[in-house]
C-alpha cells in the first residue's frame, strides 16, 4: 500500500478551465432568493409534516348476496331463455357482484334448471334455461350467510392430512 500511496502522490490533476464547446452547454444560473425567501423555504422543509392516514374503506366490500343474483338470473333466463354469461353479468356494478351471479349459476345448475354451452375452449358461455316456467327454485347456498356445520358422521380432514371422525 505504501508504493501505491507514493506512486499515486506523483500525479497531478489537470488545472485548466472547460473546454468551450462544453462551457456553452452549462446552464445560467440565476438566483433571485433574498434572505426572506431561503427563510421561508427553511420554514416550509422544517415545518412537521402531516400524519398519513391509511384508510382501509377499499378492503371491506359490501357483501353480495348468491341468493339474490340467482333470483335476478332466474328471472332474466325465464324472459329470455337463452343468453350468454357476459350478458347476464353486463350490468354487474362491480367483480364482486360478477362472481355472485356466477356462483347463483353454478347452484342452479346444481339444481337441474339451466344448462351450459360453451362452443370453444374459453370462449362465450352461453346459459339456457331448462327449468318450468312457474318451478319455484330454492336456492339453499353456503356462500350466504354462516357456514353450515357438518352433518354427523362425516369426516373431517385436519391439516396434517389425517382423517378423524367427527364422533370423536
Do not use: C, Y
Not at 446552464?27 to 398519513?52: C, D, H, Q, S, T
Not at 339456457?128 to 369426516?155: C, H, K, M, V
Amino acid at each position: 500500500m505504501e508504493r501505491r500511496i507514493e506512486a499515486e502522490a506523483l500525479r497531478f490533476p489537470r488545472a485548466v478551465g472547460l473546454d468551450d464547446r462544453f462551457a456553452t452547454l452549462l446552464p445560467e444560473v440565476l438566483i433571485g432568493l433574498g434572505l426572506e425567501e431561503f427563510a421561508g423555504l427553511a420554514a416550509r422543509a422544517l415545518e412537521p409534516k402531516p400524519v398519513p392516514e391509511l384508510s382501509l374503506a377499499h378492503i371491506h366490500a359490501p357483501a353480495v348476496s348468491v341468493r339474490e343474483q340467482a333470483h335476478l338470473v332466474v328471472e332474466r333466463l325465464r324472459v329470455h331463455g337463452t343468453l350468454t354469461f357476459r350478458k347476464l353479468a353486463a350490468d354487474a356494478p362491480d367483480t364482486m357482484t360478477r362472481v355472485a351471479r356466477f356462483l347463483a349459476l353454478l347452484e342452479l345448475f346444481r339444481e337441474g334448471v339451466l344448462a351450459f354451452d360453451q362452443v370453444t375452449p374459453l370462449g362465450e358461455l352461453t346459459v339456457r334455461w331448462t327449468g318450468g316456467e312457474d318451478e319455484e327454485i330454492e336456492i339453499n347456498d353456503e356462500f350466504d350467510g354462516t357456514p353450515l356445520s357438518p352433518d354427523p358422521g362425516t369426516a373431517l380432514h385436519d391439516t396434517t392430512g389425517e382423517t378423524e371422525s367427527s364422533d370423536a
